[in-house]
């Protein structure tokens, strides 16, 4: 492997430009249609994607201009950015890229919700009250507390102290031409280099990570399994239309459990534990980061595939457009045509 990591950089850079403009487009897709096709989903349920699908969209606007990357060597991860947009100081950037880390834990966050509504939709309709009204401030007050504790956590706990420049230096010159010292970069060292004891400060980061990805993902394995246990039960009294409906929006909620498994918990995963193995190895693991841009674009291409109306919404609105540009194509031959018999 090549010691200069700057291509890997500009590799990932390219897979979060891709992600970007497949988020970008499918997104805004799913967006109209929920708010001018699709009448057979429910209304509320329809917010939420509206939500999600945006949320998803900000966070990869945010990779896509300020280009965060992650570095594995030995003991320690660096979490930095090598982009200046904006003119922006180092401090503004390291903010910005604690911002980043609080966009993640809500993108995860907007997932639960989504099981929870769903799981309550099926199992009981009573609680769904607490998605209308006022009482949607609780869902935006979820987000917003467990986004904030991952940021402040994440700022707190893994500053790039001495220590963790010292570590870092050297490598951060050789595989990156940058200085350490005028970087914008939060650093995890998980053992102190002189004595190899544990450094408790910066663990406490992945143990707030870890709880906070417990919580989401034990809220949507909880859901989840419960759907697919007790739902055949559930809605056998349901009329066909209405299971159907209901079985469409599982198997979507399947893959939605797949998808941000894929691209947002197991490449997290491994980057923030790989430390704790003490493991001899220099990986430019932005590569694994840049994953995240692609599963805003998998959650909506999951909805549109899955979900009947949605798929028959699109075709037809695709077919209507050919129609559209076949009869303005023709228009414009009649109309020369004319102008042309005129003239002679």
Not at 215 to 229: A, H, L, R, V
Not at 241 to 254: A, W, Y
Request: a positive charge; proline letters at 3%; aromatic letters at 16%.
């Amino acid at each position: 492997m090549s010691t200069d990591y700057l291509e890997w950089i500009s590799i990932s850079y390219i897979i979060v430009l891709v992600g970007f403009a497949a988020t970008l487009i499918f997104g805004l897709l799913l967006i109209i249609l929920n708010i001018f096709c699709v009448r057979g989903v429910f209304i509320t349920y329809r917010i939420l994607m509206i939500t999600f699908t945006c949320s998803g969209i900000l966070f990869s606007t945010f990779e896509v201009v300020f280009n965060p990357n992650m570095f594995s060597y030995n003991s320690g991860t660096i979490y930095f950015t090598l982009s200046k947009p904006f003119g922006f100081g180092k401090d503004v950037l390291t903010v910005s890229l604690v911002v980043y880390t609080g966009l993640y834990s809500a993108t995860t966050c907007l997932i639960a919700i989504q099981f929870i509504y769903r799981y309550w939709a099926v199992f009981d309709e009573t609680k769904l009250r607490l998605f209308h009204g006022w009482h949607i401030s609780i869902w935006i007050i979820y987000v917003l507390y467990f986004g904030m504790q991952w940021a402040i956590g994440a700022y707190n706990f893994v500053k790039t102290d001495q220590v963790a420049k010292d570590f870092f230096r050297e490598e951060i010159m050789l595989r990156f031409n940058a200085s350490i010292d005028d970087l914008p970069a939060l650093s995890l060292v998980a053992f102190d280099p002189s004595n190899g004891s544990i450094r408790w400060w910066n663990v406490m980061t992945i143990v707030n990570m870890s709880f906070i990805m417990s919580i989401q993902y034990g809220i949507i394995i909880y859901c989840g399994w419960s759907m697919y246990s007790k739902m055949e039960e559930k809605i056998k009294n349901y009329s066909i239309v209405l299971q159907k409906h209901h079985n469409q929006l599982f198997k979507t909620l399947v893959l939605q459990i797949i998808a941000p498994t894929v691209f947002l918990l197991t490449p997290l995963s491994f980057i923030i534990y790989l430390p704790f193995f003490n493991i001899k190895c220099s990986l430019p693991t932005g590569v694994l980061l840049s994953l995240f841009t692609l599963y805003p674009t998998a959650d909506s291409v999951v909805v549109i595939y899955v979900v009947t109306e949605y798929r028959q919404k699109l075709k037809h609105c695709f077919i209507t457009t050919l129609k559209n540009i076949r009869c303005w194509k023709n228009n414009q031959i009649n109309v020369q045509g004319t102008t042309q018999t005129r003239t002679m």
